[in-house]
């Protein structure tokens, strides 16, 4: 059996590697190995268990005190080391954008080791937004054998910056084949606060918002702006219910209480379980956010999406007519919303344009082909069948 360690330390590349490990298991001679970077204990196994799937290795990493890039990634590096030279895998996976994925993909090329970038090309070409993620992306796309490109524009992007055609394959993005693989579980929702907002939906004939917010550029001041568009929202849509779960970080959870803590209809929570947020996503009528996955998810049901932020690596769904650049401009996001709500608004009727259901598959025959498995043409060949 080859070996193929899939790393993550975050619940976004849980989830978008978890229906990648499982089309691996269906490829005969390779066999994921799941290893766990210690950067957000707990929420890659609650992210996993979704998928009725388990970490495999966890790093020994030292306890974070500053709470600095620089912090997290030495930490990292030493037991990232330990681990790739125990494991000896013949590839290393890592997805996005994370310190987990950066980390991931320097000890691999230092240790000869293939790196295949899931998620590979998607840029803004503004190293300030997203911080770091956008700086973090175009590293690991320096050293990567294999780029595992979301869209044809994300391929296009490698291509200008000069990564050979062959090195890279357009496979979608796993996270429709996530979205896709628990909405057809439709699990009734765990956290209660989302199932008494879902009977008042289906009931009262209430609109559902979402709300999230959790980059580290949107932190303080343009956080603040949201949380003021967010309250004239409520104040001028009687019907609206917020659903805001908020940031783990202590202080982004106060300032997101303090400013919220006194409007009704607005409900703050912990992070939802990953089941609990596909389900909030298919009953909204309107998400704000910042986050790259959700932007990714909510065309899978056709839920408008007003993106708080200035640029986006993620164009699809703003071409597409599913979201709407808004930034933190509160006039301009108060604006946008009531014309969602209103009905005078709506997400284009197309299908998702980040991916089919079909990228892990695409994935795991593509990184056959890197490890001398299977011909190279059969990624395209997929591709083709499943397109």
């Keep these: 059996m080859v070996d193929v360690m899939l790393l993550a330390g975050t619940r976004p590349e849980a989830v978008k590697l978890a229906t990648l490990a499982q089309a691996l298991d269906t490829r005969p001679g390779l066999r994921p190995l799941f290893v766990h970077s210690g950067q957000h204990p707990g929420m890659v196994e609650q992210a996993l268990a979704q998928f009725d799937r388990a970490v495999d290795g966890w790093l020994e990493v030292p306890p974070r005190r500053s709470g600095t890039q620089a912090e997290l990634i030495s930490g990292m590096l030493p037991a990232l080391d330990e681990a790739m030279r125990r494991y000896a895998p013949s590839a290393v996976v890592v997805q996005g954008d994370t310190a987990t994925a950066l980390a991931g993909a320097l000890t691999a090329f230092w240790l000869g080791i293939p790196v295949v970038h899931l998620e590979a090309g998607l840029r803004t070409h503004d190293l300030a937004s997203p911080f770091p993620e956008e700086g973090t992306r175009q590293m690991i796309s320096r050293i990567a054998a294999l780029h595992l490109s979301p869209s044809p524009a994300a391929a296009a992007t490698l291509r200008a910056e000069g990564v050979p055609t062959e090195r890279i394959t357009v496979v979608g993005n796993t996270v429709v084949d996530a979205v896709l693989t628990i909405a057809a579980r439709d699990l009734p929702a765990r956290e209660s606060a989302l199932a008494l907002l879902e009977m008042g939906v289906a009931e009262a004939g209430e609109q559902l918002v979402l709300v999230t917010s959790h980059r580290r550029e949107s932190w303080g001041e343009p956080l603040a702006r949201t949380l003021t568009a967010v309250r004239r929202i409520v104040d001028l849509h009687p019907q609206v219910q917020v659903l805001f779960p908020a940031h783990p970080n202590p202080d982004v959870r106060a300032q997101v209480e303090t400013a919220l803590s006194d409007v009704s209809r607005v409900t703050v929570t912990e992070p939802l379980e990953y089941p609990d947020l596909v389900r909030a996503l298919r009953l909204a009528t309107l998400v704000l956010t910042d986050s790259g996955g959700v932007q990714e998810e909510a065309p899978t049901f056709g839920t408008p999406v007003l993106v708080l932020r200035d640029t986006t690596e993620r164009p699809e769904a703003v ?69």
Excluded: F, K, M
Excluded at 319 to 325: N, R
Excluded at 330 to 358: C, E, F, K, M, Q
């Design 319 to 387: 071409t597409a007519g599913c979201a709407w650049l808004v930034g933190t401009d509160v006039d301009l996001i108060v604006t946008a919303a009531g014309h969602v709500l209103s009905g005078d608004l709506r997400a284009a009727p197309a299908a998702n344009p980040y991916g089919d259901g079909y990228a892990a598959v695409r994935s795991a025959v593509a990184i056959e082909a890197l490890l001398g498995l299977a011909d190279p043409a059969s990624a395209a060949d997929l591709q083709t069948a499943t397109g």
